[in-house]
T-cell receptor, first 112, second 116 residues
Framework: RKEVEQDPGPFNVPEGATVAFNCTYSNSASQSFFWYRQDCRKEPKLLMSVYSSGNEDGRFTAQLNRASQYISLLIRDSKLSDSATYLCVVKTFSGGYNKLIFGAGTRLAVHP | DVKVTQSSRYLVKRTGEKVFLECVQD?????MFWYRQDPGLGLRLIYF???????EKGDIPEGYSVSREKKERFSLILESASTNQTSMYLCASSLGSFQAIQETQYFGPGTRLLVL
């Protein structure tokens, strides 16, 4: 079983749609959680951290459910520029160090 | 702005060649990382370093080695390239103690390596 699992998609949505991505993680001792965005043939960049109480940044809302080991990202009013791959990332203590564990990503394609 | 640069965007090598991938960051970050990214597998950690001349194995170190002689530079070495090392290689850096809960990583643009 992968440590971080995501639906690979692709999610094809029209502009203005609301879309939600889900992610599950296997290590219950994981400490912190992030969503990164990766454009085609580019490097990953931090989109937002995910806090226990849930947090919002403009059109993006991230939620964490520690009991279910589940993270979500909601994008409202999708724009063409939101087309990218969204990586769910979990920070876990392993082998004496903190490490980032990356999901394989969910691809989003927003069309006119 | 944090800047992480990698020596090549695209590289083609032959099986058995020794390959050097270089990464430089300009923000005085303590921590540096090498990942490879393959379709369906996500990013996997090869090696990381928390200080000059210090290195730690990640999840898939076999067939790789690293060097960190200066704080700003972290090199990944493929001692004898093989076709299963064809991949996208990403370098990253982060500031300060990686024990900080919300510490983030900044990535370079990546090197696409093809081993024939």
């Amino acid at each position: 079983r992968k440590e971080v699992e995501q639906d690979p998609g692709p999610f094809n949505v029209p502009e203005g749609a609301t879309v939600a991505f889900n992610c599950t993680y296997s290590n219950s001792a994981s400490q912190s959680f992030f969503w990164y965005r990766q454009d085609c043939r580019k490097e990953p960049k931090l989109l937002m951290s995910v806090y226990s109480s849930g947090n919002e940044d403009g059109r993006f809302t991230a939620q964490l459910n520690r009991a279910s080991q589940y993270i979500s990202l909601l994008i409202r009013d999708s724009k063409l520029s939101d087309s990218a791959t969204y990586l769910c990332v979990v920070k876990t203590f392993s082998g004496g160090y903190n490490k980032l564990i990356f999901g394989a990503g969910t691809r989003l394609a927003v069309h006119p | 702005d944090v800047k992480v640069t990698q020596s090549s965007r695209y590289l083609v090598k032959r099986t058995g060649e020794k390959v050097f991938l270089e990464c430089v960051q300009d923000m005085d970050h303590e921590n540096m990382f090498w990942y490879r990214q393959d379709p369906g597998l996500g990013l996997r950690l090869i090696y990381f370093s928390y200080d000059v001349k210090m290195k730690e194995k990640g999840d898939i170190p076999e067939g790789y080695s690293v060097s960190r002689e200066k704080k700003e530079r972290f090199s990944l070495i493929l001692e004898s390239a093989s076709t299963n090392q064809t991949s996208m290689y990403l370098c990253a850096s982060s500031l300060g103690s990686f024990q900080a809960i919300q510490e983030t990583q900044y990535f370079g643009p990546g090197t696409r390596l093809l081993v024939l």
